[in-house]
Each structure stands twice: as structure tokens, then as C-alpha cells.
């Protein structure tokens, strides 16, 4: 599967378009980083938890918009875009959609 | 007693903000020589908003890369800022927290991009949130995300 934030894929024809994909994932932050993040509020740095947290959150997100594109039986996923939004108190979503395309 | 209860109090957030002030200064400029230092190991591969891909032959492989930061600020500069929200003008605390933010985000999404052998990253975009704490000190810590297409050229 080809990914890309791009229009095309470059040295390849999009020979069809299957419409919009898209994954997402509802988080919410856990005990023990909260008391780490609290911490860190008074001395300033890093919160590395948090930033795991996302990570891990946004990678869930993009394995869920590449089953819905291998369903619909595409090989390449462009014009990829990122966002976050927070639904809840200490909650946020992450989501990722692209267009799923055939290439040859 | 209640005299001392509230003494106390006061003596309490100035040891705060004192220590605050050491460990957030420190924890700067600790992070901005980490950063200096890693943009010039990784300066080689170049990040580019543009859409469109310069010709290259063989056409090159693209895959998406990724690079995320969580950055908060110290207790000193919260308060200072908080000062600073009563007349107006520029808070340069955040400022250097943005800064830090996206610089760190950028130095991943380019590590991510040197880990698989591309030589650029094109349509580079960034998504900043704020992570609220809640309460009053709400702002203070940020979500920086910098995301694009690296570029992998072929043998």
C-alpha cells in the first residue's frame, strides 16, 4: 500500500478513484501519566507519555483507514491529512482520511 | 493560625516558581542545544511544502512519514504569562514553546524519513492542539504533529 500526503504517485497513473477513506480513535489519558503530566506542568519539559500516547492513538488511526482501503481494494491511499479535535474533558480524537485510489 | 495557614500558602507557590524557574530555564535551553545539534546531523534531508515533485528518473518510492511532540511549559512562565494577559502584547515564553514544539516535531518526522533512506520530504504539514489541563492554567501545553511525504530515491 502506497501512502502519501502528495496528489499523485510519482512514475505512476491513477487509473481509478474509490473515494474517501478514513480511521479514527477516541482517547483518553491515563492515571499515572496524568500524575507525570502534573508534574511536569511545574517544572516544564517534555511529557513523553502524552507524546507515546498519540503516537500510538494516530498509528491505530492510519491500520483502521488501511483495512477500509484494502476492503474497497485499493493499492494507494493520497492526499493523506492529520486531525485532532477533543470531544471531552482530557479526550481527544485522532483522525486520519485520505482518497484510496487505484495505480498501475 | 489562619495567618500562618496563609503564610504558608504564599510561601508555597513563591518556592514553586522558584524552583520552576531553575528546572524550566534549564529544561529550555537543554532542549534547544539537543535540537541545534540534531538539525545539523539531519539537515541533508530537505523538507519541502510544495505539492508537486521535481522529474526524477527512475520515478522515486513515497511513503508517509510522521512526527509528533508534546512540549509543556513551567510553572514561572505560566505565571509570567498570566501577568502578561493583563496588558496585552507579545508573550515571548510561549513563543520559544511553540518554537521548541514544532522544531522537535519536524526533527522527528526527518529522523523517521533517515530510518527508511529518503532524501526529502515534500508536502510537509503541521496540526498544533492544545492538550487542556482543565481549570485555569488551561493553555500551556502543546501538541505539535508534522507530517509529509518522504521521498525515497531509487538505485
Redesign the interface.
Known amino acids: 500500500m502506497?501512502?502519501?500526503?502528495?496528489?499523485?504517485?510519482?512514475?505512476?497513473t491513477i487509473r481509478e478513484h474509490l473515494g474517501i477513506v478514513q480511521g479514527s480513535t477516541v482517547r483518553t489519558k491515563h492515571f499515572g501519566r496524568d500524575l507525570m503530566?502534573g508534574l511536569?506542568?511545574?517544572?516544564?519539559?517534555?511529557?513523553?507519555g502524552?507524546?507515546e500516547l498519540?503516537?500510538e492513538a494516530?498509528d491505530e488511526a492510519f491500520d483502521r483507514m488501511l483495512e477500509q482501503a484494502k476492503a474497497k481494494g485499493a493499492n494507494a491511499i493520497i492526499n493523506?491529512?492529520?486531525?485532532?479535535?477533543?470531544v471531552a474533558?482530557?479526550a481527544?480524537e485522532i483522525l486520519v482520511y485520505g482518497s484510496a485510489v487505484i495505480v498501475e | 493560625m489562619e495567618l500562618l495557614i496563609e503564610l504558608w500558602q504564599v510561601l508555597f507557590v513563591v518556592l514553586l516558581l522558584i524552583l520552576a524557574f531553575f528546572t524550566g530555564g534549564f529544561a529550555e535551553r537543554r532542549h534547544y542545544k539537543s535540537i541545534i545539534r540534531r538539525e545539523d546531523e539531519l539537515g541533508d534531508i530537505a523538507v519541502v511544502c510544495a505539492k508537486t515533485l521535481p522529474p526524477m528518473h527512475p520515478a522515486p518510492r513515497t511513503t508517509l512519514v510522521r512526527g509528533n511532540a508534546v512540549i509543556s511549559i513551567d510553572y514561572f512562565k505560566r505565571f509570567l504569562a498570566r501577568l502578561r494577559m493583563i496588558f496585552g502584547g507579545r508573550i515571548h515564553s510561549y513563543e520559544s514553546l511553540m518554537d521548541r514544539a514544532r522544531r522537535e516535531a519536524i526533527l522527528r518526522m526527518q529522523y523517521e524519513a533517515h530510518v527508511i533512506g529518503a532524501s526529502m520530504i515534500f508536502n510537509m504539514r503541521f496540526e498544533t492542539s492544545s492538550i487542556s489541563k482543565g481549570g485555569k492554567n488551561a493553555v500551556g501545553t502543546v501538541e505539535v504533529l508534522a507530517f509529509g511525504t518522504a521521498v525515497i530515491p531509487r538505485e
Not at chain 1, 2 to 12: A, K, Q
Not at chain 1, 40 to 48: D, H, P, T, W, Y
Open positions: 502506497i501512502t502519501s500526503t502528495l496528489e499523485t504517485v510519482p512514475g505512476r503530566a511536569k506542568n511545574i517544572v516544564g519539559g517534555e511529557l513523553k502524552y507524546t498519540l503516537g494516530r493523506i491529512r492529520y486531525g485532532t479535535s477533543s474533558q482530557g481527544s
